[in-house]
């Protein structure tokens, strides 16, 4: 089924038959190709696919930190051609700088936020830490944080500078299922109050089902879409909620039916 | 735990001692071939007292912080820029890379022909000692940052001076002063090597301490001395770069 019908004057993000090669030591790699995808203002956009199907190198693509080889990126009309900070990235791997303490670190991009006084900073950064449920660790540095609290750090670092574009690669993997559930009822409380655009890839359906008004989900060698689900759902969605999860098992279902042998963790 | 550990060495270092006095003073070898540690002792106090080696000493950690402090100066800018263009990698770092082999005391006849019998020709070599080591430490160091530091950092907004002083510096920072370590300790063995070949009139260090021991065939001076510059540099370890280390491994979880 097609995407929402939308010209693409009010699309914000546009990709076209965008194509992505890697040179790597395994020989050259097509990592995304033929990409076509548009990004409306204020989307919310779930990828879905199987492990190296492309969607961080997508992130990488949209954020600015890698140039295309063929087709275009284009951000307002603009070509994405480098790293901005409208566009803000939540990285897969936690990339919190270990030199600094929880707070520094979410401190880091709101620093770089012009028009702010360094009050309003600190109060915005503990106020994510908080978010996060890590108030009482502003003060530690990254190594005396578990993986889950350190991607919740890094996410606070992501969600403070309140970028329009927000580009998260599996923010809530390393989390336990209490926390994520309470974040995905924060996500979307800051999605519809502060109008933002996500772009957010999982290997979770249901997850994908809770927080997306699209799912794009991509199949690789090389990284294709393959279908594109609308999720029609009124919000704030609960990830427990019957309708959701019948959803989440069509898209299951869809999903294998694609993919000859059904490739781990995308359940 | 901790006293019996720091009893061990004093222990054993003090039998050693005895041993040496002992040894000494039984006649089996010549007392100004081999002084006892009393004599090196007597000789030490009496140049302490006289303020010769108060003096010498000081005007030896003059040049040497001077000498560092310059190196260091040149050293890390241009290993920034050795990092950062492969044009200044490919001369100014492999340049660099060749002379940090060169054994400084090949640095004393360019020193004495360039500027004469001088201060000049000791700060040189020591410069010379110092700064390579700290070009291709610092080189190494920032070229070796996680590009995913980069990558975070630039999404959020930072470039250019911002980025090299918030997250690139920062981030090599533990490399940069393994390289200041080992350029100091270069600096301290072209130093000695410079007072030692450099006979100055105007400020007499250690190494020229040393240098008068031998003329004086004073062999309770010459050791003496030698512990001296033994001291200086366990002093600096001690006092500076270990703590600079310990806190840095500490802060980053690095700590065994
Ligand atoms: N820098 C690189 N050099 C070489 N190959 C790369 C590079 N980055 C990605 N690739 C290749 O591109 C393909 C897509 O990688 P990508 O990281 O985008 O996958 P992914 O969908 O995010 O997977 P996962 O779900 O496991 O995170 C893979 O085949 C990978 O090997
Ligand atoms: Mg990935």
Redesign the interface.
Known sequence: MPAHPSSESNSQLTLRNVTKRFNGRSGLVTAVEDISLQVKEGEFLVLVGPSGCGKSTLL?LL???EQVDEGSIKLDGANVV????D???M?Q?D?L????DALENVL??LR??PGLTDAERTEAARYYLDLVGLADKEKA????LSGGMRQRVALA?SLA?NPRVLLMDEPFSALDALTRDQLYGDIQKIFTQRKKTIVLVTHNIREAVCLGDRVVLLSPNPGRIRQVFNIDLPRPRRINDPALATLAADITTALSAHLAEPKEGLV | MKSPRALVPIVIGLLLLGGWEWFVRSGRVDDVLVPAPTQIGEWFWSALRDGSLASATWVTMRRLMLGFIIGAAIGIPVGALCARSSLARDTIGIMSLGLQTLPSVCWVPVAIIAFGQNEAAVLFVVVMGTVWAVVIAVQESVLSVQPLYLRAAMTMGSRGWHLWLRVIFPAALPGVISGLKQGWAFAWRSLMAAEIFVVILSGFGLGSLLHAGRELLRMDQVVGVMLVVVGVGLLADLIFFSPIERWLRRSRGLER
């Open positions: 990488s954020a600015g930190l480098e790293p901005g900070r566009r803000l990235v990285f791997q990339a700088f270990p030199w600094l880091f991009g770089l936020k540095h990254p190594h005396e670092r500078p």
